[in-house]
């Protein structure tokens, strides 16, 4: 069974950082360009940033300069690490395939949020 299990969230103020952590089953990570998505309240979910299985990254305007996505293959992990953390960062974060081809089944994901 296909499973991603995101971590890392918490409170920051603004102009923090964390770092998270997404686990992928073998099965998807191994084949498929990863991404990080973002929901905020009463806002539809947003890939945020995407890393290819050779390493090529892509990212939204709103997060170019501040976040870097990465992958550990052995691990079947992609991390997001998020500096310069703005409030309108806030959202759950989510990490699944990206490009095409269908998404796997989402995770819980992990609540970040950004005080002013």
């Known amino acids: 069974q296909v499973q991603l299990v995101e971590s890392g969230g918490g409170l920051v103020q603004a102009g923090g950082s964390l770092r998270l952590s997404c686990a992928a089953s073998r099965s998807i990570f191994s084949i498929n360009a990863m991404g990080w998505y973002r929901q905020a309240p009463g806002k539809q979910r947003e890939l945020v940033a995407a890393i290819t299985t050779g390493g090529s990254t892509n990212y939204a305007d709103s997060v170019k300069g501040r976040f870097t996505i990465s992958r550990d293959n052995p691990k079947n992990t992609v991390y997001l690490q998020m500096n310069s953390l703005k409030p309108e960062d806030t959202a759950v974060y989510y990490c699944?395939?990206?490009?095409?081809?269908?998404?796997?089944?989402w995770g819980q994901g992990t609540q970040v949020t950004v005080s002013s």
């Open positions: 699944n395939t990206a490009g095409r081809g269908p998404r796997a089944s």
